[in-house]
Structures are given as C-alpha cells and as structure tokens.
C-alpha cells in the first residue's frame, strides 16, 4: 500500500483498548499520555481516553459507543467493588447486554456464552487476572491473551506497550485497493469484524457469517441484517441508511469499485474506528 494511503489508517481500537484497561488498572498513564499525542482519533479511542482520565477519581465513567469499553470497565467495576456509573452514548444505550454481577466467577467458556457469544466478557476476566488460556479461544480472546503477555513483559523492562495501527482494516483496504486496480478481490475473512466486508465482496453468505459468528446479531446493529438492507440499497442507488460504521465502510468500498458515488444519511459513523475513511476512499480512487 503506498505511504500516503497507509498514513490514513487508524490505530487499532481493540489492541490500545486492552492496552488502555491494563494501564488503568495498575495506575499507570501511559494510554492516556500516548493518545493526547495522536490526531484524528476514532470515537472509541476518544472514549478511552476520557475514561482512562477520570477512572482513578471519577464516578460516572463515559465510554461512548464502545462495547468492548464498556464490557471490560463493567465488569472491572464489579469485580472490583467499586461504585461506578457508565454513559452509554448512541446505539449502545439500547444494545442487550448482561448486566449481572455474578459473572465475575464465571469461567472464561461460560462467560463465552453471553450476549450472542461475544467474547468480551471472557476478556474482561482475563484483564482482571484470570490466568486461564482457552486453547480454542475465539480471535479477540487471542488478542486479549497476546496483549496482556505484551503489556506485562514491556512491564518487567520498564517500557511502554507497543502501539499498532488496525490490522483488519488493512488487510480489507488492501483487497480493496487490489479490486480497483483489476484483480480478483483476495480476501479471507477471519473473524467477526471482516463479516461486512467479506458479504461486500460476496465472500460469504448471511447463513455461513451466522454460523461462524452469531455475535453478530448484537454488534452496533444486526449485522447480518443490516449488510442485506445496505446492499438492496447500493443495488437500487439510494442512500445507506445504517448508522453501523462497519457496514457503511464495506458497501462504500464495494459501490467505488463498481463506479457507483455512494450517499449515506450518516457519512460520520465511520468515525467511530476510522476517521479518515472518507479520504482513503477518494484517494484510492483517483489513483492511476
């Protein structure tokens, strides 16, 4: 990917998230110093930073938007004894999720079980020490076990976690960029977040993302549902009416490489993870 476009993409919110979670619960402040420093911060990534500043003195915690903030400070909180209230802003106020104590001594497999699967709240245990490594784990639970043994041996050196741009999105923004300049879309989806751009790109069906990741149906919206609404829209030239930055980025990239200007009634969305979409998008594009 040329330096120019690859300067665009974000950092990756769920990597800074943990790293963000693990600083706070041990007072440390590198997460806050290291994102005052970034421009163009994605809303998740804002929402981090508000709550790593208040959480060592402040009751009421906002996290936004972000459901995997939200999931881990809620159940630290709980875990911890500690009397917390948490803003819920936009889709995440009227999302469905557990809100029962008692999963603090749930196992990690257990704790799997919940809200259609996800896999934040086994997450969220291991952040508060839960050593137990599920060798069957699903991705982000992989990326959990990855950062808190990243963040403790930066630990033991006295350095500084070591931060990461958003390694989904690249790899979509590459087979992006390959369809526009002619080649087959080459693209494996992996995991949960590749499912908007993978349906994009008929990759794979709305039964086969259900089967592999029913967690789905709870995101910012219903995804599976959501991406059929998104494409019948793109097919019939009108407006994409999600709000689900997911969605809108994969039928966008998917109408630029049919030629199509796509509309949407909400273009901010995509600021929740990749503020500068828009411009990768239109730059991509006029590329020769």
């Avoid at 999720?97 to 603090?104: F, G, K, L």
């Avoid at 992996?190 to 993302?209: H, I, K, M, S, W």
């Avoid at 828009?278 to 991509?284: I, P």
Wanted: charged share 30%.
């Amino acid at each position: 990917m040329p330096p120019a476009l690859a300067a665009l993409l974000p950092l990756d919110k769920y990597w800074h998230i943990r790293m963000g979670v693990l600083d706070l619960l041990n007072g440390k402040r590198d997460t806050v110093d290291f994102l005052r420093e970034q421009p163009d911060l994605g809303e998740d990534l804002r929402a981090l930073l508000s709550a790593g500043e208040r959480w060592p003195t402040e009751k009421e915690i906002s996290v936004g938007e972000a459901g995997t903030l939200y999931r881990f400070l809620r159940f630290a909180a709980w875990k911890l004894g500690l009397d917390k209230t948490f803003i819920r802003e936009g889709t995440l106020r009227s999302r469905p999720m557990c809100d029962d104590p008692s999963i603090v001594s749930w196992p990690q497999r257990q704790l799997l079980t919940l809200d259609h699967s996800t896999s934040q709240w086994a997450s969220a245990a291991a952040l508060l020490g839960d050593a137990e490594r599920l060798p069957d784990a699903p991705f982000h639970l992989k990326v959990t076990y990855e950062a808190i043994d990243h963040w403790n041996d930066r630990l033991t050196r006295n350095e500084r976690w070591e931060p990461r741009r958003d390694e989904t999105i690249r790899k979509q923004a590459e087979a992006f960029l390959g369809v526009l300049g002619g080649s087959e879309v080459r693209f494996i989806p992996e995991q949960p977040d590749d499912y908007c751009f993978a349906r994009a790109f008929n990759l794979v069906t709305p039964e086969e993302g259900e089967h592999r990741w029913p967690m789905l149906r709870g995101h910012e919206s219903d995804r599976i549902a959501e991406m059929e609404k998104a494409l019948g829209e793109l097919e019939r030239s009108e407006p994409i009416s999600s709000r689900d930055h997911r969605v809108v980025q994969a039928v966008a990239m998917l109408g630029a490489t049919r030629g199509k200007s796509v509309s949407t009634t909400h273009p901010d969305c995509v600021a929740k993870t990749w503020p500068q979409f828009w411009k990768f998008l239109n730059a991509g594009c006029q590329r020769p």
